[in-house]
């Protein structure tokens, strides 16, 4: 398809109010959902709007994004509400809708094409599940080592986690809820790690058991609170903190229970 | 000395590409997570291991962050990549996972532990090792985004295409 192109050269990005209300619903619904700060929010979507000779006015809620698009004097105005997709962080999305909101702005696409080029991002596959528990399971013994834990502790750990991990992604492609399945994962990851204290196979058990739950921390949603809160996003920034709160705290549950049914005592 | 110092820039590396992973940042980034990583990690271990004593936890936890943040943002206009992609993986290694089980278990026992002696006893090990633990998140997290606000006009223009930053 041809693109629409100005005097200059550079794609016409003109739609009407009303798409273009409706397309940023879903490009900010999808950028809010892959782990976008507020801040990158307002500046993405006031980009966009601004190269259509609009404004655009976000309301950023924990589970509800409300766009408004107005005319600089305010003679018409048009609302659109969007849920928060529940889909995991993803950076490579993150990525590619910053990507094109600059390819809007600087005249690079055109309406039709930015339509095309959101379906496209948004229904493109996450990439390869199959290496990410033996990647994860490396990362954390790796972790183990450097919280003290020796040679056993890391293998202890890296098997912990590797289990764990693969229940993890059991439990999320059959959409058990996120906070049973950290319950679950966290069960069962510090079961297995308290292998190394009851077989009193290494000398840092205490250490391999504590870092074995590590990779189910919710630090994206910590960080981002926190730049909401740099930015005065309080009510956002509240809500991720008690998403990853509630996480924390369910993290917290599964290993305690696991370390009751092993007996094993933490001091 | 050597060694342990290259020990801890390697295995921060090795668990910053692993953890990136479950963010899924675009795979040119997972080389710069490495070693932002490594620098932010090797940065706090100086600064601990420093002649005189070593700082203490938390000084040198902020101090190793904002090189992280710093690092972030100046790496994501090249690689067209958000400095936030960056941070997360970076940080990981930093987070005081053993404090915070000390403090939930030190939790745990003052509540099993009735008697006045042992529950001060557990009680202070949950306060002081949940106070060390809150605040080197607290340092870390500020450490991190502030070079992200400092630098407003590189970190939210890094993904534009004709960027001439």
Known sequence: MAKMTDSAGGCVFRPSAKDLCAFLSDYAGWLFSCGATCVRLEKNVGRIASAAGLRADLSIFPRHLHITVSDSCRSFLFTAVSSIHDCPVNFAMNTRLSKLSWDIADGNVDFVCARRELEEITTAPAGDNGRLPLMVACANGAFCRLFGGDAVAMAVVFVATFAGFIIKQVMGERRVDQRVTVVVCSFVSSVLAAADGLFALGSTPSIAIGTSVLYLVPGIPFINSFCDVVDRHYICAFGRLMNALVITACLSAGLCGGMVMMNVGMF | ?165
């Open chain 2, 1 to 165: 000395m050597f060694w342990q110092f290259f020990q801890d820039a390697l295995f921060a590396a090795i668990a910053a590409i692993g953890f990136a992973a479950i963010s899924r940042p675009p795979r040119r980034a997972y080389l710069f997570c490495a070693v932002i990583a490594a620098a932010g990690h090797s940065v706090r271990f100086m600064l601990m291991h420093s002649a005189g004593g070593g700082w203490h936890i938390v000084p040198a936890t902020a101090a190793a962050s904002v090189v992280i943040g710093i690092l972030a943002v100046l790496v994501s206009p090249k690689t067209k990549v958000p400095a936030e992609a960056y941070l997360y993986p970076a940080l990981l290694p930093m987070i005081p996972g053993v404090y915070a089980y000390r403090t939930f278990g030190a939790l745990v026992m003052c509540l099993y532990n009735g008697g006045e002696a042992s529950f001060s006893h557990y009680f202070y090990l949950f306060a002081s090792n949940g106070l060390t633990c809150f605040f080197i998140l607290l340092v870390m997290v500020v450490g991190a985004t502030v070079p992200i606000f400092m630098m407003k006009k590189i970190s939210f223009q890094a993904t534009r295409h004709n960027s001439s930053l």
